[in-house]
């Protein structure tokens, strides 16, 4: 049965070898799992934040899993709105990353609800004044974007592809595909601006408040250009680490190439950007607030909340994958690509812890000091609960759907059918100067 759904002219492991792997992986989401039916059932008592810390690490986790899924809309956008035809090739293993960065995402939103069972409240009463109503609606609908654009891929399994309904069903949502781009990135250009807008308009919170363009503080733009920038890093590396676990080479080297040189150009884009918005809000937005730079950071020993996370997120996390990505010999060794990529991602998801924990941790009255903050263990097991669910979701695609269509090019194997049947005779060619020769029954 295992063999019948795995697709054609490709090879996976040994049954055994899938089962362990996806069982090891079940233990940890289990464990996750378990956090998570404590926080349901006995509330945000099991975590360690407080008045201070309204968003605490999942929210963190939250923020920087919708960036870094922020690959998709934009892959999606390049293949189908731009015409980067060589994307076709990554468009399908985007969009499985952007199906389990946003399922992860309104999972971990719904620990922060608490309650569950009111999840529905977000909807039916809805608080228009609040930018995050406009990102639940748009996560929520961005995700069912994303699940249109995976079900091809499932119906393109070996098996359900002999079904007639589901073959044509299939073919026809692949022609109507822009349109469920374009709706995904329209819904993306939002909801990632106002995830950035949020602390950019909380002005009792200095560190992130920033003046903007009529409604719209920077941040919100800063966001949107930093997801669109970094999430093809996170794609290139979660492929590239799905290469070296299969010990396969899934995509060719051309259209990681074209990606990266894109992403490097966001990213240097944007790191221009980074630099003047950092330099205005150190200079005018702070000191116009009370506020001297260097109070946003502290110099206490072994402090999350020091200087050198500035420099680490847009040097480290900015400048250097930008300088290697739109490098074209830089980029094209295998090892510099990896830093890269690493770096991107290490970069952006920086940027969205100090965007929610510094933010808050910052004294912003003379008789306080830095809060302190220490996730609990259940914090913890629901934030790595989603990089578990996603090693599970990412090992079944691969292993019975069509993710890579350039795989059975790029790994041919030996059909053993073709390989044992004894080769043909070839036939006799015809006289010209007379008739055929009749054949015995035998011969026929």
């Given amino acids: 049965m295992d063999a019948a759904l795995i697709p054609k002219g490709v090879k996976r492991c040994p049954i055994w070898q899938f089962v362990l792997w996806i069982g090891a992986n079940g233990l940890v989401l289990a464990w996750g799992v378990f956090a998570m039916v404590l926080v349901f059932i006995k509330g945000l ?3 360690n934040m407080n008045n201070a810390y309204g968003f605490a690490l999942w929210i963190w986790a939250d923020l920087a899993v919708i960036a870094l899924g922020g690959g998709a809309f934009f892959t999606g956008f390049l293949r189908y709105l731009v015409g980067k035809d060589e994307l076709k090739n990554i468009i399908n293993y985007a969009v499985l990353i952007g199906v389990i960065c946003y399922t992860s995402a309104l999972l971990i939103l719904s620990f922060d609800v608490g309650q569950p069972l009111r999840n529905w409240f977000i909807f039916w009463h809805a608080n228009v004044h609040s930018m995050l109503t406009e990102v639940a609606f748009c996560l929520s609908a961005y995700l069912g974007v994303l699940i249109i654009e995976y079900i091809p891929m499932v119906l393109e399994n070996r098996k359900l592809d002999k079904i007639p309904f589901f073959h044509h069903l299939s073919h026809n949502m692949h022609e109507i595909m822009a349109v469920f781009a374009a ?7 939002f909801h990632q601006g106002s995830l950035g807008g949020v602390p950019g308009v909380m002005f009792g919170r200095p560190f992130g408040f920033r003046e903007g363009i009529l409604v719209w503080p920077w941040t919100f733009f800063l966001f949107t250009w930093s997801a669109a920038a970094f999430g093809p890093c996170f794609t290139i590396w979660i492929t590239k680490i799905t290469e070296a676990l299969t010990r396969k080479k899934l995509v060719k080297d051309n259209v990681i190439d074209l990606l990266a040189k894109i992403s490097g150009w966001m990213i240097f884009t944007y790191l221009i950007a980074k630099t003047i918005d950092t330099i205005w809000w150190a200079t005018q937005t702070a000191p116009s607030k009370g506020f001297t730079f260097m109070e946003f950071y502290t110099s206490s020993p072994g402090s999350w909340y020091g200087l050198w996370i500035l ?16 490098t074209p010999k830089l980029r094209r060794i295998s090892a510099l690509l990896w830093i890269a990529v690493f770096c991107g991602v290490l970069g952006v998801s ?35 609960l989603p990089v578990a669910y996603g090693v599970i979701m990412i090992s079944i695609s691969y292993r ?6 350039q795989e059975r090019e790029l790994n041919p194997i030996d059909e053993p059918e073709a390989a044992a049947a004894p080769k043909a005779e070839p036939a006799p060619e015809p006289d010209a100067a007379g008739p055929e020769p009749e054949l015995s029954p035998a011969e026929s």
């Fill in 45 to 47: 008592n099991q975590t």
């Fill in 183 to 189: 709706t995904g990135a329209f819904l993306s250009f």
């Fill in 311 to 326: 420099f680490a997120e847009l040097v480290i996390g900015g400048l250097v994958p930008a300088i290697i990505l739109i």
């Fill in 350 to 384: 920086l940027n969205r812890w100090v965007m929610v924990l510094q933010t808050l941790a910052v004294p912003v009255l003379p008789f306080e000091g830095w809060f302190p903050y220490m996730p609990s263990w259940q914090e913890v097991a629901t934030t790595i």
């Fill in 400 to 405: 019975y759907l069509p993710i890579f269509p």
